[in-house]
């Protein structure tokens, strides 16, 4: 029985839920789709991710609206995947934040991960004409950037933890609070996308970089807020048990100079058993094995994807096991 194309066939609604972790502090969750955020300045908003359309980003926009008007100064994009960045018009910032990787990405591949991402998750365009083009920083930074959020709010830390989900995830870390939000670097019970990743790095410095901060809780890129320090511990644990399986039965694979069906074999049997049932687990898993494959083979800067690149892979991974 032939697998349909990746998230092709999630079409049916997700509940969202919103959260408040303190005051000011804010989360969007929706049962695996990607998690959007908010941090309250002193007489205005940061707001952490834009979602995949500007109708999809004014449903959270609306959701805000009900806690506070004050306007959106800063909008801190993690990395530079569609389903992040493209609702971003809607928030009307006066600055764009994000790495200096993730705007070079964005010139090197938007317009293809545009293309790629509507392909495989239709559900998360909402109204894809609303999209006025590629979205592009006006402010970037290569290891960290500090917003003081005024009165007696504190400040946010924005900071480059290493490679990992992409050459330049960033997270959003408020001390006072001890509260992160980690983007695709960690996940919540929801399975991980490496398509694009640098997997030794994510799964060693990177995540120790991450779990240094000892954050109270943590917003993952997807799934539930991991609230209170042994379930932040427990989501890192997760990702960095994800990438370690991967790596290494599609490393065992490769070195025993087996085909690329025989490592996404092996790593489907071997992950399967505790992140199957998460979300977009069958969906990310062919690309996942692809980008490691290709990192074994020594390409070290990821190749770039493609809608037709995505159907070929699928076709030859997912639909074989």
């Known amino acids: 029985m032939v697998k349909p194309f990746a998230s092709s066939a999630d079409t049916g609604p997700k509940v969202e839920t919103f959260v408040e972790l303190a005051d000011g502090v804010y989360a969007l969750t929706a049962e695996g789709d990607p ?51 493209l609702g971003a018009s809607a928030f009307g910032a006066a600055e764009i934040i994000t790495h200096d990787a993730t705007r070079a990405l964005i010139a090197e591949r938007g317009k293809q991960d545009w293309d790629s991402e509507y392909g495989r998750m239709p559900r998360l365009f909402e109204d894809p004409d609303s999209i006025p083009g590629l979205t592009w920083p006006t402010l ?34 408020l001390p006072r609070h001890r509260i992160m939000f980690a983007g695709d670097l960690v996940e919540s019970q929801a399975a991980l996308y490496t398509g694009d990743a640098f997997h030794d790095d994510w799964a060693t410095s990177t995540l120790d970089s991450v779990a240094a901060f000892e954050a109270r809780a943590l917003v993952g890129g997807r799934g539930a807020v991991a609230d ?25 694979v490769h070195d025993d100079g ?48 493609t809608a037709e690149r995505d159907r070929e892979v699928w076709a030859a991974l997912q639909e074989s096991a």
């Open 35 to 85: 998690n959007v955020g908010a941090i309250e300045g002193e007489d205005f908003l940061v707001c952490f991710e834009a979602r995949a359309t500007p109708v999809a980003a004014r449903r959270w926009l609306d959701r805000l609206r009900e806690r506070t008007d004050k306007p959106v100064r800063y909008l801190v994009l993690s990395h530079y995947h569609a389903v992040r960045v």
């Open 140 to 173: 970037t930074f290569s290891d960290r950037l500090t917003i003081p959020l005024g009165g007696d709010r504190g400040e946010l830390v924005l900071a480059w933890c290493g490679r990992g989900h992409t050459a330049g995830d960033i997270v959003a870390w």
């Open 228 to 252: 209170g320090t042994d379930a932040v511990a427990a989501a890192i644990a997760q990702s960095r048990h994800f990438l370690d399986e991967l790596r290494r039965t599609v490393r065992w």
């Open 258 to 305: 087996g085909a690329l069906a025989d490592a996404f074999r092996a790593a489907h049997t071997a992950l399967a058993p505790e992140y199957g049932r998460w979300p977009i687990f069958e969906h990310c898993l062919p690309f996942n094995v692809q980008r490691y494959w290709d990192e074994l083979d020594g390409v070290d800067w990821p190749r770039i994807w």
